[in-house]
């Protein structure tokens, strides 16, 4: 059985396997060598996540060596055949996108797209377990909307038309001391900064949220990329109001 080097690498994430599978599907199947060019423009990709600079350091990580057994991985997945030791992540992505190669492919740009502004906006000061667990489209979205001086007035203004609550769920944290219940909700950009880049915002471009509902959002934000309003996410999350 082929292996790789490399061992004490991150596991895949989930867009880096989203990118891997796109290539696995333009290729239909015919899975390409370490010396293809579209498997080394691929491993150069990887390497560029600005939040895995560390380990880019060593030869081992993403290397066109690794990227070819990932799509090997996922064609084990697809046909049942071949290497034994797929992961979870393979499944898994696999099992959501490996019939639906338009939705690869828009994620697949959405990634991409997502990265170029990371490099441009040099935001790659990312503690470790962050970087690991979250995806790229959703952490220059949060980065972005960490903006202490409109979050601090959005608040104001929400307070000033009554209690504080969660658009979504109507979570009002009443049963956290008043002091801290700020700490509670987020604000929510209505349209994905992570693809629009650089745009002025107004308090009608944002919502309040809770921490739980922010979250559970940006995830299916990655499931069904583009734009989804509250209505939208309600109906998917089965909330009622």
């Keep these: 059985m082929a292996v790789t080097k490399g061992q004490g690498n991150p596991r895949w994430t989930k ?6 599978l796109e290539l696995y599907l333009e290729a239909e199947g015919k899975i390409p060598s370490k010396s ?8 150069s990709l990887l390497r560029s996540f600005p939040f895995h600079a560390e380990y880019a350091r060593s030869e081992t990580f993403r290397n066109p060596d690794g990227v070819a057994f990932k799509l090997q991985n996922l064609r084990a997945v697809a046909t049942g055949k071949g290497l034994n030791n797929t992961s979870k992540m393979d499944r898994e992505v696999w099992e959501e996108l490996g019939d639906d190669p338009e939705s690869v ?9 997502g990265l170029e502004i990371l490099k ?10 962050s970087a690991i ?19 601090k007035k959005f608040l ?16 009002r944290a009443t049963s956290i001391d ?12 209505l349209k994905p900064l992570g693809l629009t880049g650089e745009t002025k915002t107004s308090f009608t471009d944002l919502a309040l949220l809770c921490a739980n509902c922010h979250r559970a959002i940006h995830s299916l934000m990655r499931l069904s990329p583009g734009h ?11 909330l009622k109001g």
Excluded: P
């Design 15 to 20: 867009d880096e396997t989203i990118l891997a």
């Design 36 to 43: 293809d060019i579209r498997v080394q423009e691929l491993s």
């Design 105 to 113: 492919r828009s994620l697949s740009r959405n990634i991409k797209a």
């Design 120 to 129: 441009a906006d040099k935001l790659d000061s990312y503690d470790h377990a």
């Design 133 to 151: 667990e979250g995806g790229v489209s959703y952490r220059v979205h949060l980065k972005r909307e960490r903006n202490s001086d409109l979050r």
């Design 156 to 171: 104001q203004k929400r307070k000033r038309e009554g209690a504080l609550s969660c658009e979504l769920c109507g979570e």
């Design 178 to 189: 008043a002091k801290y219940r700020d700490s509670v909700f987020e604000v929510h950009h």
């Design 228 to 238: 989804i309003s509250l209505s939208q996410a309600r109906d998917m999350m089965l």
